[in-house]
Structure formats: C-alpha cells, structure tokens
C-alpha cells in the first residue's frame, strides 16, 4: 500500500514489496563462453561495478541487431537494463523493453554481453560492459 505521506523510509518499503523484474542470465563466469573465452569472478565484479553507473542513468542498453554482427547501433535498441545482479558464477539483468511485443517474446531471446576489453589467450584480463545483445532462440 502507498503511504499518504510518502518519505524515504516508507517508500523504500513499497518498492521492496513490489514483485522483482524477471532476471534473464547474460554471462556466465569461469567457463568459455561462446567464443572460448573466459571470464573471471573478480573481473566481471569490476565490469559490473563501472557498468552501475550506466545502469543508474539508464545508458545501459540492450541490442537486438536487426543484421547478424556488429556495429551495434541506436536503431537495434529494443530495451534498457534496470538492474544487474551478480551470484558469482552468473550475471543477470533486468530489461525493460521498449515495445511490449518485444516482452511477450523474451522467453525466446537469448542475451549475451558486449563490451570491450583486454585478451590474452582464452582469458579477459580487463573488461568493461558497453551492453546487453538479444537473440532470437528458437525453441525446439
């Protein structure tokens, strides 16, 4: 229930009572990824805490390429992240989408990270999160 007289107390206890965003996993830690490449606890953990301020000004964006590759650009942004949550084996984040069709749909998306950074070999050495890339996951 919201109070009548809102204050920052009772307010941070409305928004806890409120129902989570569903999370959708972007990266996963210590293993290869797609690529073959690995990404370690303690780097995405500095990745994460440079990219929360993106989150917190909500520059943070999700891509759906309209062609398969990159560049990114303005026109594939079909969302942006709201939150980022790290369990110290995956990232997840929370979405909101720009068009509500693009909701209903992502149970069939799978997301991933772009970014850029330092490689050596299979391993990210330095990392910083540019953003979330949807992808259409056809289910079998």
């Known amino acids: 229930m919201i109070p009548e007289?809102?204050?920052?107390q009772n307010v941070k206890e409305v928004?806890?009572?409120?129902?989570r965003?569903?999370?959708?996993?972007?990266?996963?830690?210590?293993?290869?990824?797609?690529?073959?490449?690995?990404?370690?606890?303690?780097?995405?953990?500095?990745?994460?805490?440079?990219?929360q301020q993106k989150v917190?000004?909500?520059?943070?964006?999700?891509?759906?390429?309209?062609?398969?590759?990159l560049p990114l650009e303005m026109k594939d942004v079909c969302g942006v992240v709201e939150q980022v949550d790290f369990d110290?084996?995956?990232?997840?984040?929370?979405i909101k989408f720009v068009q509500e069709?693009?909701?209903?749909?992502?149970?069939?998306l799978t997301f991933s990270v772009t970014g850029h950074g330092r490689v050596e070999g299979d391993q990210i050495t330095d990392y910083s999160l540019d953003g979330i890339v949807a992808m259409s996951s056809p289910r079998s």
């Open 56 to 69: 917190e000004n909500r520059t943070l964006l999700v891509y759906m390429p309209h062609e398969h590759g």
């Open 21 to 51: 965003p569903p999370m959708f996993p972007v990266l996963r830690a210590g293993v290869p990824n797609a690529n073959g490449r690995v990404y370690p606890p303690e780097l995405i953990n500095k990745a994460l805490a440079d990219a």
């Open 5 to 8: 007289v809102p204050d920052e």
């Open 101 to 108: 069709h693009v909701a209903a749909l992502a149970s069939c």
């Open 15 to 19: 928004l806890m009572d409120l129902p």
């Open 88 to 94: 110290g084996t995956y990232v997840s984040v929370a």
